[in-house]
DNA sequence: GCCGTTTTCGGCCCGACTGTTTTCAGTCG
């Protein structure tokens, strides 16, 4: 079984190597456009090809008759010969002195053939004993410079991660009164899972001054670039912070721009120069010259004569040509959510109690929340069997009277056992207002295996909703094997609901897949998987999954009403 | 390499910053 990300990086590799043999810039963007669009494909590519061959491949926009053939021989044998052969070819050194910040193909091949060096380490001192006998001082400094860069480096960080240090820089650029409008923008703002480096726009008259007080910020440890409009430097954290500032009346356009992404703007871009429109950060050039200024982001779209499109929308999956035809959806808002459907209390492996989970939910003027304790084969999590819920059911008796407007209901996340029976038995799961079920083991079945065990448990009457479906931990565990077209068919037909859990390390079901999901009809249900109280206040995360997979209220059960809610949960 | 209600050939998003090339290449967003 292949994943979509390792096929990816088969591409992306391409690319590196194509960019160091110096080819054609538009087949290297070919295959990094191939590689970008494999990634942020919802459905395993191995799954579409089994379904209907190359040719289903090549209805992928980006991917045509060549990388098909190298993806089906990819997936026949796990390895595609073109590129090992290139591989062999291409000196090792030269692929890693391209992770060097500000070296690219060009200067790494000039660094391998003029100072032979074998990694980074021994180029760092090549460099710094004979560097000038075939660079310039400056150019021997900023290459040294890059390599001390990427040893700080952080890589992508959790969107909530980066949540605090966006806070405190803007925070600080606002206290300057040098410039105004400073917006977070970038993969932070559309909400994507993980943030590569903080994006920031503002507007001022002073540009210069702005960016100079910019990267006087405390926490900056190294300046890359300071120009007259934009800067890039590294935080403290290790990572990346860009800021460009322009004026007033071309706020829109800059917002629209540096929103990205890059995938997004070029196809609107695209668009725009098929209709007579040039279209860049300072605003919209008609074919005589003219520049139509975009103070609002709105205009952008307006002028293209589409609808405004939500930043979680951008990212080339269609939202430019549903906006031209009106068709966009209108997406979910956390203001629409009525209650959280998976927490943790002092029972099992929650640290507060029923009654302070049903206080914070009171403050988020929730309907209803469930308690959804572990169940009893999660030993290290204090699962409960079935005596110890029967005690669990007089304290929520007791809470539930304290909450006029507030309904606590009976719940469990019951684990999915290997063959796909529940680990609680039949008596005691009908005692559940709700029942969640998950796979908290044996991750590392067979995807038939799998996937059969996940439709037994949907099949299984007592269960409402699979709670993070695909176990996936960003940038620590795969999920695991699943024929997610099956589980979607499932669940349509026993009206069993996919979680969408909001924890910022899960956010799982992904994005991508709730998309795939809504056009089988598939219902969800955004939980926190709260095991204390402030984590409740993760539902943002959620619900921009839910959005960035194009989820409307009416796809979201825990936007109804209890009552609306208990009718959809009832069995035929 | 990909793609096509003007095309199966000939285009492919657009601009800023840096260094040293006096008019631009390399790298990046
Ligand atoms: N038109 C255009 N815009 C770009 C290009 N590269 C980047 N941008 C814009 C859109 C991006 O969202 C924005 C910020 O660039 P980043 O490299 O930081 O990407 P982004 O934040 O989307 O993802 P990230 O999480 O940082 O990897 O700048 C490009 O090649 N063309
Ligand atoms: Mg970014
Ligand atoms: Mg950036
Ligand atoms: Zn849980």
Redesign the pocket.
């Known amino acids: 079984m292949i994943s979509n990300k390792a096929l990816a990086e088969q591409f992306e590799q391409f690319a590196k190597i194509l960019?160091l043999k110096n080819e054609?810039s538009?087949?290297i963007?070919?295959?990094q456009?191939?590689a970008e669009a494999i990634r942020s494909q919802g459905e395993s590519l191995e799954e579409i090809y089994k379904r209907g061959g190359i040719k289903e491949l090549?209805k992928?926009?980006?991917?045509?008759?060549?990388?098909?053939q190298k993806i089906e021989e990819y997936i026949k044998t796990g390895k595609i010969k073109e590129l090992e052969r290139l591989k062999n070819k291409i000196p090792k050194a030269e692929l890693e002195f391209?992770e060097?910040?500000?070296?690219?193909?060009?200067?790494?091949k000039k660094l391998f053939e003029k100072l032979k060096a074998k990694n980074i380490n021994e180029l760092k001192e090549k460099l710094k004993k004979q560097g000038l006998k075939f660079?310039?001082?400056?150019?021997q400094?900023?290459i040294l410079r890059g390599i001390e860069i990427k040893s700080h480096l952080s890589g992508r960080m959790l969107l909530a991660d980066a949540k605090p240090y966006v806070d405190s820089i803007i925070a600080y650029l606002n206290k300057s009164n040098l410039m105004e409008r400073v917006t977070a923008v970038?993969s932070f703002r559309r909400f994507k899972e993980t943030v590569g480096?903080i994006?920031l726009v503002a507007t001022s008259s002073v540009p210069a001054r702005a960016?100079k007080y910019f990267v006087e910020y405390p926490e900056f440890t190294k300046i890359i670039?300071?120009?007259?409009?934009?800067?890039?430097v590294i935080h403290s954290s290790g990572i990346?912070v860009?800021l460009?500032i322009l004026p007033e009346n071309e706020f829109g356009s800059l917002l629209q721009?540096?929103t990205g992404s890059?995938e997004h703007?070029?196809a609107l871009?695209?668009y725009?120069?098929?209709h007579g429109?040039?279209?860049?950060?300072?605003g919209i050039?008609e074919k005589s010259g003219k520049l139509i200024l975009c103070p609002k982001e709105e205009d952008v779209y307006k002028t293209l004569k589409m609808d405004y499109i939500e930043p979680e929308l951008r990212e080339d999956r269609g939202e430019i040509e549903a906006a031209l035809k009106h068709q966009l959806p209108k997406l979910v808002e956390l203001k629409d959510v009525q209650g959280d459907l998976h927490m943790h209390s002092n029972w099992s492996d929650g640290s507060n109690s029923i009654e302070e989970m049903a206080q914070k939910a009171k403050e988020l003027k929730y309907k209803y929340i469930a308690i959804s304790d572990h169940t009893v084969s999660l030993a290290v999590a204090g699962g409960l069997d079935a005596k110890g819920f029967l005690k669990r059911e007089k304290e929520l008796k007791r809470v539930n009277q304290k909450f006029t407007s507030l309904k606590i209901l009976n719940s469990c996340e019951v684990n999915i056992k290997p063959d796909g029976t529940l680990d609680l038995p039949e008596e005691s799961l009908r005692r559940f207002d709700i029942v969640t079920a998950s796979v908290h083991s044996s991750f590392n079945q067979s995807k038939e295996m799998m996937t059969k065990r996940l439709i037994r448990a949907i099949e299984n009457p007592n269960v409402d909703i699979i709670g993070h479906p695909s176990g996936r931990i960003i940038n620590r565990r795969e999920g695991y094997q699943v024929d997610w077209p099956e589980i979607f068919k499932a669940c349509v037909a026993n009206k069993v609901a996919l979680e969408i859990n909001a924890f910022p390390d899960r956010l799982d079901l992904v994005d991508s897949l709730v998309q795939e999901a809504k056009k089988f009809g598939v219902k969800f249900v955004i939980c926190t998987d709260a095991h204390n109280v402030s984590q409740m206040d993760n539902m943002i995360y959620g619900i921009s999954v839910a959005r960035r997979g194009w989820a409307e209220a009416k796809d979201v059960l825990s936007t109804r009403p209890f009552p609306e809610l208990q009718t959809w949960f009832k069995k035929r």
């Open positions: 960019e054609l538009f087949k963007s070919a295959y456009r191939a090549q992928i926009e980006g991917i045509g008759e060549s990388i098909s391209m060097i910040p500000g070296v690219g193909p060009k200067t790494a660079f310039k001082e400056k150019t400094a900023n970038g480096d994006d960016i670039t300071s120009g007259e409009t934009k800067s890039t990346q860009d460009e721009h540096f890059k703007n070029i871009r695209t725009a120069q098929e429109f040039s279209i860049s950060e300072h050039k």
